[in-house]
């Protein structure tokens, strides 16, 4: 007799058991959008919706993923060597640990997501890089994922360490109050630390362009929530920005030859400096 309780012979080893396949993720839809193959069906047929709807919608993954790279390049110029990337999705394509490896950076880096898939992938790409880890967390419990055993090992919070919030916050429902997290977080990190942001904004958007994208995110399991820019700003408050500022992520430090004019969902990003 067969155990009614194994895993469908249909569904790959890396599903854990408290994944629904049915429910669209935005771990692996950026996963697909970056190339990835972490993602099902379901997952591939709300972005290509979202394509059709607006055809450079599944390119903002690649400007956010462009902007991560820029970031942890200059936090590592910066003297950073202790990285915590919250929301570090699905390991698809330049990721922070490779990021600093390229470099030639002599780092430590921790990965965290509430997504099961993302963690278990995160894992198996890490089994022989001993200076990164992953854990599955909330970023709305952030004391939480600052206290974790797992992170301590890695992370020493009374040294400066660059957090990594990249297109994340706009997942984060009012009621999480991503402000106060950001307030809280801050006050946990030693001053010389760095946060690196990219949210959403609603700024510029058409009304009826603007709703049905947010009806369309209500079909993942994280719908989207974009904030004017005004509201992100305000969440950085405590932190010296560095130039130029809270921009759209294609013109924060771009490098030669990249498209500063594209704007795919007016996303915007900034790195941060909690002062002494």
Known sequence: MSDITSKPPLLPDWVSDDIDPKVPSIARIYDYALGGSHNFSVDRELAEKSRERW????????????????????????????????????????????????????ARVVYTDIDPIAVVMSR???????????????????DGLVDDPDVRHMIDFSAPVAVLLVALLHYLPDSADPRRMIAQLRDRLAPGSMIAVSHMTTDEW????????????????????????????AMLEGFELVAPGLVRVPQWRPEPGDDTTASYFDTVGAVGIKPA
């Open 55 to 106: 055809p450079h919608s599944l390119h903002s993954a690649w400007t956010n993923r462009a902007f991560l790279r820029r970031a942890v390049t200059f936090c590592a110029e910066q003297g950073m060597t202790q990285f915590l990337d919250i929301g570090s999705g699905i390991p698809t394509a330049g990721n922070v640990h490779e990021i600093l490896a390229d470099l030639g950076v002599d």
């Open 124 to 142: 198996r790409i890490l089994a022989d890089v001993p200076w990164a880890t992953a854990i599955r967390g909330d970023a709305r419990n952030l």
């Open 206 to 233: 058409p009304a009826q362009d603007l709703a049905e994208a947010l009806e369309m995110g209500k079909r993942t399991s994280t719908p989207i929530v974009m904030r004017p820019v005004t509201e992100i700003s």
